[in-house]
Nanobody
Framework: QVHLVESGGGLVQAGGSLRLSCTAS????????VGWFRRAPGKEREFVAA????????YYGDSVKGRFFISRDNDESVVHLQMNSLKPEDTAVYYC????????????????????WGQGTQVTVSS
């Protein structure tokens, strides 16, 4: 069982930045790939970014490429999502999720790939 807690959300003006953190327990977290998803009111859950267990590879949704950056520190069991040049359309609840890498053939952008989810953190971008 992996317990995930997101933090760092809040209210920011368009063009600003926020850094979200996903803190995990237990330490076995380092063997999991991690993804960030978001859900805006009235919309489907959307893939934002993912990082492999080693941190060597990262993946991004088209809407955030070049603005958001995912990284991880396995020594601290934390994954960060640096969000720059924020837009009002980035407003959503952001969730991190852990992937045990046991499900083959499912894209990283699919929520069904992920085994454990955090409770989410609200990000609101004002225009």
């Amino acid at each position: 069982q992996v317990h995930l807690v997101e933090s760092g959300g809040g209210l920011v003006q368009a063009g600003g930045s926020l850094r979200l953190s996903c803190t995990a327990s237990p330490r076995a977290f380092s063997s999991y790939d991690v993804g960030w998803f978001r859900r805006a009111p009235g919309k489907e859950r959307e893939f934002v970014a993912a990082v492999t267990w080693s941190g060597d590879s990262t993946y991004y949704g088209d809407s955030v490429k070049g603005r958001f950056f995912i990284s991880r520190d396995n020594d601290e069991s934390v994954v960060h999502l640096q969000m720059n040049s924020l837009k009002p359309e980035d407003t959503a609840v952001y969730y991190c999720a852990a992937d045990s890498r046991t499900l083959i053939g499912v894209p990283r952008s699919s929520s069904s790939r992920y085994d454990y989810w955090g409770q989410g953190t609200q990000v609101t971008v004002s225009s």
